[in-house]
């Protein structure tokens, strides 16, 4: 079994930062694509960073610029640091582990979401 770990989230002031952790633990030989998405109620989830085990990243339009993901594979972690923040920002944030070989076979995974709110 794989499980996703995060940390980080919190209340903060609109033009504020944060910084989102996500650790995969279990029995797996590699993680191909880590990445963070997010999620209001009554909305999808959306993509926010993606990065690959050779440190590719994409952004959502919405964060470039002021998000920045990075990974760690030999701690098998990815983060977020989440700048500039606004109150758009609000939402849950999942971790989300893809292409994770576990023997021949390949998983995805997602963590349990951390709260982040963004208000004065």
């Known amino acids: 079994q794989v499980q996703l770990v995060e940390s980080g989230g919190g209340l903060v002031q609109p033009g504020g930062s944060l910084r989102l952790s996500c650790t995969a633990s279990?029995?797996?030989?590699?993680?191909?694509?880590m990445g963070w998405y997010r999620q209001v109620p009554g909305k999808q989830r959306e993509l926010v960073a993606t990065?690959?085990?050779?440190?590719?990243?994409t952004y959502a339009d919405s964060v470039k610029g002021r998000f920045t993901i990075s990974r760690d594979n030999a701690k098998n972690t990815v983060y977020l640091q989440l700048n500039s923040l606004k109150p758009d920002d609000t939402a849950v944030y999942y971790c989300?582990?893809?292409?994770?070989?576990?023997?021949?076979?390949?998983?995805?995974?997602w963590g349990q979401g951390t709260q982040v709110t963004v208000s004065s």
């Open positions: 989300n582990a893809d292409g994770v070989r576990v023997g021949a076979w390949t998983y995805r995974y």
């Open positions: 279990g029995s797996f030989f590699s993680i191909n694509v």
């Open positions: 990065i690959t085990s050779g440190k590719t990243a």
